[in-house]
């Protein structure tokens, strides 16, 4: 069996988004599902800031934590589950979650990040509503 994989076809096929930026924040990678996810074509997005799909009231917030990641080097997420609001390109929110990696250069120096993101605004509405449920029948009188 040829186990060797094909990262491209990889990319390109898997469910979740796949989103790499540089140390300046542009998007340098942007897979189907990310389109499919955000809006954005891949050529829309190519070269943009995160800013694309970061709501603006999360931006300085956000635009601090990643300078302090590509000088450091390290992300205090590590492998933690982030589940944050994100914009889509009709100007909705969506509720994601993500993990986040370091990338590094030759000489260790961090250069950017991938984020593998899935799209979460069903199931977080889903559970709103079923926690509103609950709490209507526990308190019928509110």
Not at 47 to 57: A, F, N, S
Not at 79 to 106: C, E, N, R, W, Y
Not at 114 to 122: L, Y
Request: glycine letters at 8%; hydrophobic letters at 35%; charged letters at 25%.
């Amino acid at each position: 069996m040829n186990t060797s994989v094909d990262l491209h076809q990889l990319v390109e096929c898997v469910g979740d988004a796949i989103v790499v930026a540089d140390a300046n924040e542009k998007i340098v990678l942007w897979n189907p599902a990310a389109t499919r996810i955000f809006g954005y074509s891949e050529a829309e997005a190519l070269g943009k800031t995160l800013d694309l799909i970061v709501p603006e009231r999360q931006r300085q917030k956000h635009k601090e934590g990643y300078s302090k990641s590509m000088e450091t080097g390290t992300t205090r997420y590590g492998t933690s589950l982030l589940k944050v609001p994100a914009k889509h390109q009709d100007g909705s929110t969506l509720s994601i979650a993500f993990t986040v990696g370091m990338l590094f250069d030759g000489s260790q120096k961090a250069n950017g990040v991938v984020a593998i993101i899935r799209d979460e605004t069903q199931r977080f509405a889903e559970e709103r509503a079923l926690k509103k449920q609950i709490s209507d029948l526990e308190n019928p009188d509110s």
